[in-house]
């Protein structure tokens, strides 16, 4: 079961977050200070928290909204989280063992959770009759006594049907039927979540083992340097919840404990910690790079202290786990908590995850501004360790307002939150051109925000879908120029986007005064998003050329430039095929009509082998030619 999307609700400053999808591995929640980050994750962390995490109706409501509210007695029907789950093979095959197939019609479900309620709520599609028709079936009954059944909508109506069987004598076969009633009963009972005994009971009493649990990790549980023993045997077993069950966490990766800890048994009990120390100085270097000549070491420490009580005074014995860092490359050691708080931070990080990535439970882990202290060059360690590490075992979803935790490869993955005032509250969004553009500036900053500046500045730039564009556009730019035809004015610098999804986003981060043109294809979602840009006064209209201004026809890609068999001797060269016109269906788009004779390819390689075998632009039809002269003739009257 993984986590598809969320949504917050009446939750401290967010009114409606709208659905915020996540990514199926990493998913990054970007915006200023007290946008509303941290509730976000706060509110998905109570649907299934590890520890315990409640919704409070005088702490996390909305405080402007909260007395109205209650007079109108309408907070009990609040939902601050609801957040839906695609479920696997592995799920179905949990729900088809006591029920059979075809109960579970979902492919997906909602859980949610009230105020006042420790309960979650599921929401999902099964069909009761089925699971009484597998029942039945598995009962091996006659066919009249299944006719008995035929008006039952739910297994929770079988009982009484077994009831008026038992006492129907009419048959004459009253032992056969006891006997037929006997096993009905014998099925029911192997039902779990007898306490509701309907399929959607089932299926959720099931399916809750399946349900992730949601890990949360803040400053506040960070190792301290000395660890009162004692305080560890009085403090919860779950993990990342606070200082003290870290260290928790920390001695069951020894496979030990505060009680054992207190024995005489030195050595012992130094040999575990010192295996410990090893594997977490290990796991911690593989991604730590500011600092590589550090060991952390453990050691026990016992002390006797005088407590002062009335009438007299008396000794007690405590035990302290020290937490110490050798530093091999200056021949000292110090204590953990005399380190850099970066450093504190990300090895009390991994001793958490480590014991609980142990279980082997479905977990989404929450990290909120994580690294906060770290180095950019630290940040950057940190993201390798969440991708290599977190998002193998577990979905990973962090807040940030650092540009070093964006992954300017990974744009889809980002989600931006912006606290829109009182009347709408924290929002998010995938779509740059509907948020300040304070909001923006982690993005901004990871993709080179200022750079681009210096480098973009004017009106000559022009941003194309990807570099097959590119190459295109360049080579038949250069081949018109040599035969004294209208090539690209040499003043455009050329800008792939990396696909037509980004442009509106790379037209925000560019920024408001910045002035480009942009190609793209026709009838495609990337152009469609455009017209929000040009709505948001981020981009002129004139200066959205559309490869169908060219071409005539409505769907058309920067590949329906070229004639049919311009564009398969570039196709053949690229695959090494053989594909004629003839083996073409009809339609508008070169690419989608190769589809069916190739399956699937690459875009990217015919223009690969026209950059790779520049004898081929010598092969290429007047109809070629000419559609990108009337191509390059559009974009230059874009100059102004």
């Known amino acids: ?266 050595e012992d009990r130094k040999s575990e910690l010192e295996a410990v120390g090893h594997e977490l100085t290990r796991e911690v270097f593989k991604y730590w790079k500011q600092n590589e000549n550090l060991r952390v070491q453990f050691d026990i420490d016992r002390q006797i202290e005088m407590v002062q009580s009335h009438p007299q005074r008396y000794q007690v014995k405590k035990t302290f786990l020290d937490i110490r860092v050798e530093d091999t490359r200056h021949a000292f050691t110090n204590n953990f908590s005399q380190r850099s708080s970066g450093f504190r931070w990300f090895f009390s990080f991994l001793a958490a995850f480590t014991e609980f990535e142990l279980r082997r439970e479905p977990v989404v882990v929450l990290l909120d501004e994580p690294g906060m202290t770290l180095h950019g060059r630290a940040q950057a360690d940190f993201l390798r360790f969440i991708n290599e590490r977190l998002a193998t075992a577990a979905q990973v979803i962090y807040t940030t307002h650092s540009p070093f935790m964006v992954e300017t490869d990974k744009i889809y993955r980002v989600r931006i939150v912006e606290d829109s005032g009182p009347d709408k509250g924290a929002m998010v969004t995938q779509e740059a051109l509907e948020v300040h553009e304070g909001s923006l500036f982690p993005l901004q900053a990871a993709l080179g925000y200022d750079i681009a500046q210096h480098l973009f500045i004017g009106s000559t730039n022009l941003l194309v879908e990807g570099p097959s564009d590119f190459v295109y556009l360049d080579a038949l730019s250069r081949k018109l120029a040599t035969e004294g035809r209208t090539g690209l004015n040499e003043k455009w610098r050329v800008l792939p986007a990396g696909g037509a999804s980004n442009i509106p986003a790379f037209i925000s981060l560019m920024g408001r005064n910045l002035d480009v043109t942009v190609l793209v294809d026709s009838g495609t979602e990337g152009a469609e998003r455009l017209d929000r840009a040009v709505d948001a006064a981020r981009l002129k209209r004139e200066r959205i050329v559309q490869v169908s201004e060219i071409t005539g026809n409505r769907h058309s890609d920067i590949e329906d430039m070229f004639e049919l068999g311009d564009y398969l001797q570039l196709f053949n060269a690229a695959h090494s095929t053989a594909i004629t016109e003839e083996q073409l269906g009809h339609g508008d788009r070169i690419v989608k009509r190769l589809e069916k004779p190739h399956g699937g390819f690459s875009h990217h390689a015919p223009a690969d082998a026209l950059l790779r075998n520049p004898e081929l632009l010598d092969r290429l039809g007047e109809t070629t030619l000419a559609n990108f002269e009337k191509l390059f003739t559009r974009i230059n009257g874009t100059l102004g």
């Open 1 to 266: 079961m993984r986590l598809t999307s969320f949504r917050v609700q009446k939750f401290r400053n967010i009114l409606d977050s709208g659905s915020i999808t996540v990514d199926d591995v990493v998913t990054c929640l970007v915006g200023m200070n007290e946008s509303g980050k941290t509730a976000m994750l706060s509110a998905l962390y109570r649907l299934n928290p590890i520890g315990e995490a409640e919704f409070n109706e005088q702490q996390d409501y909305p405080r402007w909204l909260l007395s109205r509210d209650r007079r109108l007695d309408i907070i009990k029907d609040a939902v601050p989280i609801a957040a839906n789950f695609t479920l696997d093979e592995a799920d179905y095959a949990m729900v088809e063992g006591p029920l059979g197939e075809g109960v579970l019609t979902a492919k997906s479900l909602k859980v949610s959770r009230k105020y006042g309620s420790r309960e979650t709520r599921w929401d999902f599609n099964c069909d009761g009759r089925r699971a009484v028709g597998n029942l039945l079936a598995r009962s091996e009954l006659r066919v009249k006594t299944v006719g008995r059944f035929k008006s039952i909508r739910d297994l929770n109506g079988i009982e009484s049907i077994c009831a008026e069987l038992i006492e129907d004598t009419a048959d004459g076969q009253i032992e056969r039927t006891q006997d037929e009633v006997a096993r009905i009963r014998q099925e029911l009972a192997k039902l779990p979540g007898a306490t509701d005994l309907t399929a959607w009971g089932v299926i959720v009493h099931v399916l809750k083992t399946q349900l992730p649990s949601f890990f949360y990790f803040a400053d506040y549980s960070q190792l301290e340097g000395k660890i009162d023993g004692s305080a560890l045997e009085e403090a919860d077993a779950e993990v990342g919840s606070s200082a003290d069950q870290t260290a928790r966490a920390l001695l069951r990766l020894a496979e030990t404990t505060p009680e054992a800890l207190a024995e005489e048994d030195y």
